[in-house]
């Protein structure tokens, strides 16, 4: 088996605290009458797991159990305070799907420049363009501004986007529950295929049926502390299950 | 590095026709206005220092439109830049991408302004009845440092802004009083010599002398003259790119 992904150990905190926004008379105010303070909110601690080519790993946990931070460290967009990530190929990251596109701009520009994010040629983006649009089954709305759209619309683009390429590590945060059920049918399957094309994938969802049905690894995490990680997807969902209805974590 | 650049030459692209698209809205008109505002101002401190007031500067007109074309320049690349980081938050937290992409591609649409108003410059210079001369040729250099430095002014206020919300007003303020201080509409020929000196501090007075010194007076400025300018615009990038370098994690955390 072929390692793509490697986590070992990390630990990620979060600055938080009253330092935003704050302007720089305040903040000189602040450090002058020793009234400064940045926390340290460990939302991610001591987290480890790794993942093989073609396989998928669920990421599972309530809201604010560091699911998010996680994924932001693996795709690079955060550094992890301790422990060290290794990524052996490209990493393609949707997260929060309907984000950074611009509302001015017209629904093929807008592809364009979410393309140009994730890395694509001009040339492959030029040759996939059609393909794109009409997965998205946005070919009548093309040249109208990104604004006009419905969110579903907008997550569906931002879905047949990112799933064009076969990037070694693909990461996706709650976009399977994109569109209407014709649509989640179609991305299921694109998902599949990527899958089988031998891509590492993680998908962070809430619907535990969802994760029982795609996925081959899971791992459990709560308040950023990793409570399960393996391939027994039955076990580690039936005790993340008794935890929603108890409030209890067993211990396996 | 090459890899690199090719990588995010598609990105960098997009992101200038973005900005372009949402600067202008698709209107011609759009661009004419921001050639036509500076064209204006030009015209208020003309009739206001040239005529009402009367200057004895030689090719009043030229000396005005000089400073006025270099400071427009730096004054719309900086005050635009700064907010570029910020702006841009939704997709940088979102996506991994180089964050002075942004800066890069907002500093483009500045460019094209001054390169349009420097086409109007050419043109006033022609209808003064300056002769055109090799010397001209000179001027790329002041040019490129020019961007040089506005790009790292912008490094610099962009990541500045992200920390502290106020420094648009603090930039707006500094940037009037930079405006006072460079000389666009008075001359320093009569100041006493350390005023003079005082006026090399403000790198841009020295791309507004460069510019005089060539078009008006067709003398090349001195060697160290040349040195000074690229060392302002080299230590601004520097900053800038340090800051950049330095606080690439801490930014996420602050919009």
């Known amino acids: ?64 159990a560091g699911k998010s931070t996680l994924l932001k460290a693996v795709s690079g967009i955060m550094e992890p305070t301790a422990g060290s990530i290794t990524r052996r190929g490209g990493v393609s990251a949707l997260l929060e799907l309907g984000s ?60 047949s986007i990112a799933s064009l390429v076969q990037p070694e590590i693909l990461i996706l945060d709650e976009v399977l529950s994109v569109g209407d059920g014709a649509f989640r049918e179609k991305s299921a399957k694109k998902m599949r295929e990527i899958i089988g094309g031998g891509a590492a994938t993680i998908l962070v969802s809430h619907s535990l049926e969802q994760v029982r049905e795609l996925c081959s690894k899971v791992l459990w995490l709560n308040r950023g502390e990793q409570i399960a990680f393996g391939s027994d997807v039955e076990g580690i969902c039936a005790g993340y299950e008794d935890f929603l209805a108890t409030g209890r974590i067993a211990q396996p | 590095m090459l890899q690199k650049y090719k990588q995010y030459r598609f990105l960098f692209e997009e992101l200038v026709k973005r900005d372009f698209t949402k600067k202008y809205k698709r209107t011609i008109l759009g661009m004419a206005w921001s050639v036509i505002s500076p064209l ?114 912008g490094l610099i206020l962009s990541a500045l802004y992200v920390f502290f919300r106020d420094m648009q007003y603090l930039w707006g303020i500094a940037t009037q009083l930079i405006m006072w201080l460079s000389a666009i509409f008075y001359s320093i020929d009569t100041f006493p010599p350390t005023a003079k000196n005082l006026f090399l501090l403000n790198p841009l007075y020295l791309f507004i002398r460069y510019f005089r010194k060539i078009v008006i007076e067709g003398v090349i400025p001195a060697p160290q003259f040349h040195l000074l300018m690229l060392l302002d615009a080299l230590l601004a990038f520097g900053i800038g790119a340090w800051m950049y370098k330095r606080y690439n994690a801490e930014f996420l955390y602050y919009v």
């Not at chain 1, 990390?10 to 002058?32: A, C």
């Not at chain 2, 030229?62 to 938050?89: C, E, H, P, R």
């Not at chain 2, 094209?112 to 209808?127: E, Q, S």
Request: overall charge neutral.
């Open chain 1, 1 to 64: 088996m072929e390692k793509i992904l490697e986590v070992s150990h990390v630990t990620i905190g979060y600055k938080i605290g009253d330092f935003r926004d704050i302007g720089l008379k305040e903040w000189t105010v602040r450090h002058l009458t020793r009234n400064y303070h940045v926390e340290i909110f460990q939302a991610v601690h001591d987290v480890s797991f790794e993942l093989n080519k073609g396989e998928m790993l669920g990421i599972i946990g309530g809201n604010g």
């Open chain 1, 100 to 159: 950074g596109f611009d509302g001015d701009l017209t629904v093929t520009e807008n592809a364009y420049l979410r393309g140009a994010m994730l890395g694509y040629t001009r040339a492959f983006m030029d040759e996939m363009i059609g393909q794109i649009i009409d997965f998205a089954e946005l070919r009548e709305f093309a040249g109208r501004p990104f604004k006009q759209l419905s969110t579903g619309m907008q997550s569906r683009l931002a879905f």
């Open chain 2, 40 to 153: 204006v101002n030009l015209l208020i401190m003309w009739m206001v220092f040239g005529k009402l007031l009367g200057s004895n500067v030689n090719h009043y007109a030229i000396y005005l439109f000089s400073g006025q074309l270099i400071f427009a320049y730096f004054s719309d690349a900086t005050n635009l830049g700064m907010t570029s980081l910020v702006s841009n938050a939704s997709v940088f937290t979102k996506v991994n991408v180089p964050k002075y992409l942004f800066l890069f591609s907002q500093n483009v649409s500045s460019l094209i302004n001054f390169a349009l108003t420097l086409l109007i410059y050419f043109l006033f210079v022609a209808v003064e009845g300056i002769p055109f001369t090799w010397k001209f040729l000179l001027l790329v250099y002041p040019i490129l440092c020019l961007v040089i430095f506005n790009l790292g002014m």
